[in-house]
């Protein structure tokens, strides 16, 4: 069983990424980042402060945005039209969930999609339907499919199956691992979605090479759901009460670690796996933000 090392590979990403950030810094432009937080959620919490110090460790410039919970709509679509118009900005992620008098849809579809570096906006989710290569391609999923190129682990031709259908990761990474791919990495392959309501699910995640978790409950596939040899990505940061730990919590996966690594090819641990990717992927897709906009 080989562990991928998400860590290993994000500092990777994260290598070419600063080399491209130092070539704008050579024309004289920062690439800049905004996050938005509505809310107190203290995962959320972690995440904006996580992407704030990848920023600063990249020499990118970001704009942490706090705002409380009780800021209304309006105030969130007259933010996003300011950030739009900020040349000083070149990606906006507001962060997912906000409060439930949010309209996230309405929010999503003011943010200007050659800033849209989270690839929600319907113009970026049309371009990746669409095998469009200037997608902004949601960070998650795009993380994921970097993991398996950089394991060598083959997609085209393979049984995919992700459980998960979200906007965020489980619809774009369908539509990342079908794409065709002329040659490259990470594509072609047979890709079934699964979800809350498919019946049976362990006898279909049996059928995979590859299975992508993405469900966002603790433990939910365990040994009986994973061929023998699959490849695991555990796309879940799940937090479970341990009061053995200073902060009370642990973050688990969605997978059953302990069950499924022993039958396993190749797994990604939680943490460590799938999260450094994503904080990487958004810096790479906010440099790609910046050079086309500053072209
Ligand atoms: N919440 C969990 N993951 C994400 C993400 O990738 N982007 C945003 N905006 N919110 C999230």
Redesign the pocket.
């Known amino acids: 069983m080989k562990l991928i090392d998400g860590k290993a590979v994000a500092a990777e990403v994260e290598l070419e990424t600063k080399a491209r950030i130092d070539a704008l810094k050579a024309r004289g432009i920062t690439p800049g980042l905004a996050v938005v937080l509505i809310g107190e959620d203290p995962a ?1 919490q972690a ?1 904006v402060r996580n992407k704030d110090k990848t920023c600063a460790a990249l020499g990118m410039h970001s704009r942490k945005i706090e705002l409380p919970a009780s800021t209304s709509q309006e105030e969130v679509l007259n933010l996003v039209t300011e950030l739009n118009a900020d040349p000083a900005i070149h990606g906006i ?4 969930p906000p409060p439930k008098h949010i309209d996230e849809h309405a929010v999503t579809i003011a943010i200007d999609p050659r800033k849209d570096v ?1 690839g ?1 906006h319907p113009v970026n989710v049309a371009k990746l339907a669409m095998e469009d290569p200037t997608a902004f391609v ?3 999923p795009l993380g994921c499919q970097r993991l398996l190129i950089a394991a060598g682990i083959e997609t085209s031709g393979a049984e995919v199956v992700v459980v998960g259908r979200s906007l ?1 990761v489980g619809k774009p990474m369908a539509l990342l691992l079908m794409a065709r791919n002329n040659g490259g990495k990470g594509g072609d392959a047979t890709v079934t979605i699964a979800h809350s309501r498919t019946k049976d699910l362990a006898a279909v995640t049996r059928r995979a090479d590859i299975v992508i978790a993405a469900i966002g409950r603790p433990k939910s596939l365990g040994a009986d759901h994973i061929k023998e040899g699959a490849v695991v990505i555990d796309v879940g940061i799940n937090r479970v009460a341990d009061p053995s730990t200073k902060s009370g919590y642990r973050l688990v996966g969605d997978i059953d670690f302990d069950a499924v690594a022993p039958k396993c090819s190749a797994i990604t641990p939680v943490p460590g796996g799938v999260g450094p990717m ?1 904080i990487a992927m ?1 810096m790479s897709n906010t440099v790609t933000a910046c050079e086309r906009l500053t072209a």
Do not use: K, M, R
């Open positions: 959320s995440y992620l507001v962060q997912s989270d929600f949601p960070c998650t965020i994503t958004l």
